[in-house]
């Protein structure tokens, strides 16, 4: 009968062979690449031992067009570069990382103040066969219920107080004192 090894040794293995080859493979770089390498790595400039290296060891081409490089005045003077970021407009600053959508509403409107809450008294009230409410305004908004909660209870007449929440989301206050989470659909 044979043994076989631990799974858990196969991964030692693997190397133990791999290392192995490692020494049997032929060194494929002939001594006139290196002194190509040896000679450029002596060049003090950059931009010239770039050329040296660049001459020395061409780089294979691809069907794809390559990227556009960054300008040289940029790359060989970093610290004129970083007062033009610092700069920056601060709309630009302001404007970091938001979306399309984001900033099309930021310029829109401004310096128009954000409502916290409104409150109005409730035009209609319906449960979805999902169990969420459907509720309609009578200020014209429609929000539904985003979590289900047995102890929400609306009927028409009852007004409700809809208030901003964390990150983006909007309670909705009962008469009874008991918020529900909702989201406006109209």
Same mark, same amino acid.
């Given at each position: 009968?044979?043994?076989? $090894?631990?799974?858990?040794?196969?991964?030692?293995? @693997? /190397?133990?062979?791999?290392?192995?080859?490692?020494?049997?493979?032929?060194?494929?770089? +002939?001594?006139? %690449?290196?002194?190509?390498?040896?000679?450029?790595? #002596?060049?003090?400039?950059p931009?010239?031992?770039? #050329?040296?290296?660049?001459?020395a060891?061409?780089?294979?081409?691809?069907?794809?067009?390559?990227?556009p /490089? =960054?300008a040289?005045?940029?790359? &060989?003077?970093? /610290?004129?570069?970083?007062?033009?970021?610092?700069?920056?407009? #601060?709309? *630009?600053?302001? &404007?970091?990382?938001?979306? %399309?959508?984001?900033?099309?509403?930021? &310029?829109?409107?401004?310096?128009?103040?954000?409502?916290?809450?409104?409150?109005? #008294?409730?035009?209609?009230?319906?449960?979805?066969?999902?169990? !969420?409410?459907?509720?309609?305004? +009578?200020?014209?908004?429609?929000?539904?219920?985003? *979590? $289900?909660? =047995?102890?929400?209870? @609306? &009927?028409?007449g +009852?007004?409700?107080?809809?208030?901003?929440?964390?990150?983006?989301s909007?309670?909705? %206050?009962?008469?009874?004192? !008991?918020?529900?989470?909702?989201?406006?659909?109209?």
């Amino acid at each position: 009968m044979s043994r076989l $090894l631990p799974v858990a040794h196969l991964p030692f293995v @693997l /190397a133990a062979v791999f290392i192995s080859l490692g020494s049997v493979v032929p060194d494929t770089t +002939d001594a006139a %690449d290196k002194s190509k390498g040896a000679e450029c790595a #002596a060049i003090d400039d950059p931009a010239a031992r770039l #050329a040296c290296f660049d001459a020395a060891f061409p780089r294979a081409r691809h069907s794809s067009s390559p990227k556009p /490089a =960054a300008a040289p005045a940029a790359a &060989e003077e970093p /610290a004129a570069a970083a007062p033009m970021a610092a700069n920056k407009p #601060a709309s *630009e600053t302001r &404007e970091f990382g938001l979306s %399309d959508k984001q900033r099309a509403a930021l &310029e829109a409107k401004p310096a128009e103040p954000v409502l916290a809450a409104t409150t109005a #008294a409730v035009k209609t009230a319906r449960r979805l066969p999902s169990g !969420y409410w459907l509720i309609g305004l +009578d200020n014209g908004q429609v929000w539904q219920q985003t *979590e $289900l909660d =047995a102890n929400v209870w @609306l &009927e028409p007449g +009852d007004m409700v107080t809809i208030r901003r929440a964390s990150l983006g989301s909007f309670l909705l %206050d009962t008469p009874a004192k !008991y918020s529900t989470r909702v989201r406006r659909l109209q």
